[in-house]
């Protein structure tokens, strides 16, 4: 029987034993925390699956943080960089907004993670809406020499669930601005945005600039369940990006809620000591290879690997 190519079956043998994480691409992720703040970042189940969801993604938008101080995000930033994790790799920062809202109580924050190795912030922007949203996006144009598309720009809504048709169709206007301001229109809208059930009507739709424009892609479908009770099946939290361009520099198929719950075999409880709300994620096309394998182990593989193919030369 012909054996194949050492390359090929140095590749394959490589795959075998160090699965998905040989070649990934850049993962963006959004994630509802429905009041995150001290109290929270003080329970250690909570924190520590957190940092499960978070040390997936290379950038992570969070929403409805209410950290005024920031000792929660300083926790969490702790332990995702504390040593001996096993993401130590890879270091996270953040970058925060003001607090956003019309009650002193829940005044919320756009809190952005992001590993600073792969990915930078280069330009932030509060936009400012006179009061059309309750709480006005923290615009970020990101650079990253790990994707196919370098220079891009995330949108984020937490929107009001009242007033949810005039601030998604609003969102236009925010591309406008900041594909102007940045003269880049590699724009990606994301967050929760009520979306779906109760909240918009297909007549409601007719109304929203970014359904009737063609231009503008919705990643996480009508279809999608982004809620940690399955009997509810609604799609709240969105991905929306603008032009071919983008579409094409994302992995067919990545966008969808994480289930974190099924993947790391968690019990609904413990989902829920963190948000009713899953993850949802999209991933962009780009090498970054052996993100989360340790060098002496890829070493370790290789060394055992190179000993197999000679001993199979030899024979």
């Known amino acids: 029987m012909r054996r194949p190519p050492p390359t090929l079956l140095l590749f394959l043998l490589l795959a075998l034993v160090l699965?998905?994480?040989?070649?990934?691409g850049f993962k963006i992720c959004s994630y509802n925390l429905q009041g995150f703040g001290p109290k929270k970042a003080a329970n250690y189940r909570v924190l520590h699956t957190m940092t499960r969801v978070v040390s997936r993604c290379d950038i992570c938008l969070l929403q409805n943080v209410i950290d005024p101080d920031g000792k929660a995000m300083k926790n969490l930033l702790s332990v995702l960089n504390r040593r001996g994790f096993r993401y130590e790799r890879n270091r996270f920062v953040a970058v925060t907004s003001k607090g956003l809202g019309n009650a002193s109580d829940d005044m919320q924050?756009?809190?952005?993670?992001?590993?600073?190795?792969v990915?930078?912030?280069?330009?932030?922007?509060?936009?400012?809406?006179?009061?059309?949203?309750?709480?006005?996006?923290f615009v970020v144009r990101f650079k990253s020499n790990k994707t196919d598309i370098k220079d891009f720009i995330l949108v984020p809504l937490h929107s009001?669930?009242?007033?949810?048709?005039?601030?998604?169709?609003?969102?236009y206007d925010v591309f406008v601005?900041?594909?102007?301001?940045?003269?880049?229109?590699?724009?990606?809208?994301?967050?929760?945005?009520h979306t779906a059930c109760g909240y918009i009507t297909r007549m409601d739709k007719r109304n929203i600039r970014l359904f009737t424009n063609s231009s503008f892609i919705w990643m996480i479908k009508d279809r999608d369940d982004t809620t940690v009770d399955s009997k509810a099946a609604c799609a709240y939290d969105r991905i929306v990006v603008y032009g071919g361009t983008f579409l094409k520099a994302i992995?067919?198929?990545?966008?969808?809620?994480?289930?974190?719950?099924?993947?790391?075999?968690?019990?609904m409880a413990k989902v829920l000591e963190v948000s009713d709300h899953l993850p949802v994620e999209v991933t962009l096309k780009g090498a970054a290879p052996l993100l989360q394998a340790t060098p002496l182990l890829?070493?370790?593989?290789?060394?055992?690997l190179q000993s197999f193919l000679s001993a199979s030369v030899l024979l």
């Open 160 to 171: 009001d669930p009242d007033n949810v048709v005039t601030e998604v169709d609003k969102l």
């Open 119 to 137: 990915v930078t912030a280069s330009s932030m922007y509060q936009y400012s809406s006179k009061k059309v949203f309750l709480r006005d996006p």
């Open 19 to 24: 699965g998905r994480e040989v070649v990934t």
């Open 177 to 193: 601005d900041v594909s102007q301001k940045w003269n880049n229109t590699n724009v990606m809208f994301l967050g929760d945005f």
């Open 109 to 117: 924050q756009y809190v952005y993670i992001y590993r600073s190795q």
């Open 251 to 267: 992995e067919p198929f990545s966008a969808k809620a994480f289930n974190f719950g099924e993947h790391f075999k968690l019990s």
């Open 298 to 304: 890829v070493l370790g593989v290789w060394v055992v």
